[in-house]
């Protein structure tokens, strides 16, 4: 099972704004509307910030956003905080009744 | 609130039987709207998706995994477990459980992992 591709490392001043990307296929991404996205502080569990590719849950922040277009989806983090400095991770439902996750992102706040 | 735990041993030998069991708290596992996940993430790796079981005992498989993988319920202790078979030290990970929504398709509440090493 091949992992979701996204970029290793993304990094950008507090107040802007940066967009991770998730390339899958039509198996995954590009035939569902279950992207996930999940951020995870060192020796911490992972915590969903969107779900069915743009949906948050309650008590997560405006400044995170989703979207897709085809097989890619992509997470905004609007209004870049230092403690937005983790990794990220997007997940999709899959056509064999799995899942599978991304390949991870680190996010530095420069 | 739900809560998860995990526990296990934290070696395991190379070619045994790795089991890991997360007991749920705050909600019966035979709910059908929820399904309960294995996750890990090996050191300097990302997140590797395991597997699930539904409340019915019905459970999917990462197809990568699948031949050494078994994930099922515990009803009467409210808990599910993982066994994991042949591990190599490639299976040396933090292992956590989480809960899945059937409604929404993701994982909304975790465990906060256990490091399992795969060692001699």
């Known amino acids: 099972q091949s992992a979701l591709t996204q970029p290793a490392s993304v990094s950008g001043s507090p107040g802007q704004s940066i967009i991770i990307s998730c390339t899958g296929t039509?198996?995954?991404?590009?035939?569902?509307?279950?992207v996930s996205w999940y951020q995870q502080h060192p020796g911490k569990a992972p915590k969903v910030l969107i779900y069915d590719v743009r949906y948050r849950p309650s008590g997560v922040s405006d400044r995170f956003s989703g979207s897709k277009s085809g097989s890619t989806a992509s997470l905004t983090i609007s209004g870049l905080q230092v403690e937005d400095e983790a990794d990220y991770y997007c997940?999709?439902?899959?056509?064999?009744?799995?899942?599978?996750f991304g390949t991870g992102t680190k996010v530095t706040v420069l | 609130q739900v809560q998860l735990q995990e526990s296990g041993p934290g070696l395991v030998k190379p070619s045994e039987t790795l089991s890991l069991t997360c007991t749920v708290s705050?909600?019966?596992?035979?709910?059908?709207?929820?399904?309960w996940t294995w996750i890990r993430r090996p050191p300097g790796k990302g997140l590797e998706w395991i597997g699930h079981?539904?409340?019915?005992?019905?459970?999917n498989y990462n197809p990568s995994l699948k031949s050494r993988v078994t994930i099922s319920l515990d009803t009467s202790k409210n808990q599910f477990s993982l066994r994991l078979s042949s591990v190599t030290p490639a299976d040396t990970a933090v292992y956590y459980c989480a809960r899945g929504s059937l409604l929404y398709m993701f994982l909304d509440d975790w465990g906060q992992g256990a490091l399992i090493t795969v060692s001699s």
């Open positions: 705050g909600e019966s596992v035979t709910n059908d709207i929820h399904y």
């Open positions: 039509s198996s995954d991404i590009g035939g569902y509307e279950y």
């Open positions: 079981v539904s409340g019915n005992g019905a459970s």
């Open positions: 997940n999709s439902y899959r056509s064999d009744s799995t899942y599978v």
